[in-house]
């Protein structure tokens, strides 16, 4: 169409403004409100809007445009704030920055990571490189086990010293709270997972790389998860349940037995596997 179109923002699909630059990758009819915007879309449309330029990935492309104008730039020199309360034998790695009252234990944290306010890293636990843990989060905090004593009735509890590894490139969201391992186990979460605020993972789980939680999901003690999976919010694994690669499970959804099948959909409660279909709401899709 047109290209004087003047200055441009960018916009979300569900906030739409005139002067807005969008993307649309729907299978229906796009719909805007708007005719003085510019869309990044993967084939024609039929809206009578100011512009429209066709990408082979219109989300990746937006997503690339946002992070040139928009991502944090990383600090070249490790910044600890005179609040925080470090242990004089943890390792910070080089750029590492540690926000207002964090709490920071024996442990090691790799290079380019960063703990906004009130993070706490206990004892024992080793986090990566560009690793980002928001406010009111917790890695390496205590599990329960216990015990009732037959003989003197009291509760006996187990303790906890185990560890919990985080691997490169994660985001750990705001009150995420990631418990060590129960004996020698390690809690760990590979490359590139996205946890979102409110994540509790238990004890000894063993995740892989590319995982995402959505918000408030809870993974009990000793879950294995594969690669690319997707827990979708409100969801709920039992202890020692295990997912395969690229499974996705629903919102609300309880997984009461284990998901051997790659790359499908388990939803319901007791969830069970639905029908498979080429693309799933809130589910980022992978690209050829």
């Given at each position: 169409q047109r290209r004087d179109v003047g200055a441009l923002r960018f916009c979300s699909i569900f906030a739409q403004e005139a002067g807005g630059i969008y993307f649309w990758e729907g299978d229906g009819v796009a719909s805007f409100e708007h005719a003085d915007i510019v869309v990044l879309t993967a084939q024609p449309l039929s809206s009578d809007i100011a512009c429209a330029i066709e990408v082979i990935h219109p989300q990746r492309a937006f997503y690339l445009l946002m992070r040139h104008f928009f991502a944090s730039p990383q600090p070249h020199a490790t910044a600890i704030h005179p609040t925080a309360v470090v242990a004089p034998d943890a390792r910070i790695g080089a750029g590492t920055v540690i926000g207002p009252y964090c709490v920071v234990g024996t442990c090691e944290?790799?290079?380019?990571?960063?703990?906004?306010?009130?993070?706490?890293?206990?004892?024992?636990?080793?986090?990566?490189?560009?690793?980002?843990?928001?406010?009111?989060?917790?890695?390496?905090?205590?599990?329960?086990?216990?015990?009732?004593?037959?003989?003197?009735?009291?509760?006996?509890?187990q303790p906890q010293i185990g560890g919990a590894r985080i691997g490169d490139d994660c985001f750990i969201g705001t009150d995420v709270s990631i418990v060590r391992g129960s004996v020698n186990e390690v809690t760990s979460l590979g490359n590139g997972c996205v946890l979102a605020h409110g994540t509790k993972i238990g004890h000894?789980?063993?995740?892989?790389?590319?995982?995402?939680?959505?918000?408030?999901?809870?993974?009990?003690?000793?879950?294995?998860?594969?690669?690319?999976a997707f827990l979708s919010s409100a969801s709920?694994?039992?202890?020692?349940?295990?997912?395969?690669?690229?499974?996705?499970?629903?919102?609300?959804?309880?997984?009461?037995?284990?998901?051997?099948?790659?790359?499908?959909?388990?939803?319901?409660?007791?969830?069970?596997?639905?029908?498979?279909?080429?693309?799933?709401?809130?589910?980022?899709?992978?690209?050829?």
């Open positions: 944290i790799g290079t380019g990571s960063r703990l906004d306010s009130h993070v706490v890293i206990q004892d024992g636990c080793i986090i990566g490189d560009r690793v980002t843990i928001e406010s009111h989060s917790t890695v390496g905090a205590t599990g329960v086990a216990w015990v009732w004593d037959p003989v003197t009735g009291e509760r006996i509890v000894g789980c063993v995740i892989g790389a590319h995982v995402h939680f959505a918000n408030n999901v809870s993974v009990a003690g000793n879950c294995r998860i594969g690669d690319r709920v694994l039992r202890p020692r349940i295990a997912l395969a690669r690229g499974v996705v499970v629903g919102a609300g959804a309880v997984v009461t037995r284990d998901v051997d099948q790659e790359g499908v959909v388990v939803s319901g409660v007791p969830a069970r596997v639905m029908h498979s279909k080429a693309s799933h709401s809130g589910v980022p899709k992978i690209q050829s």
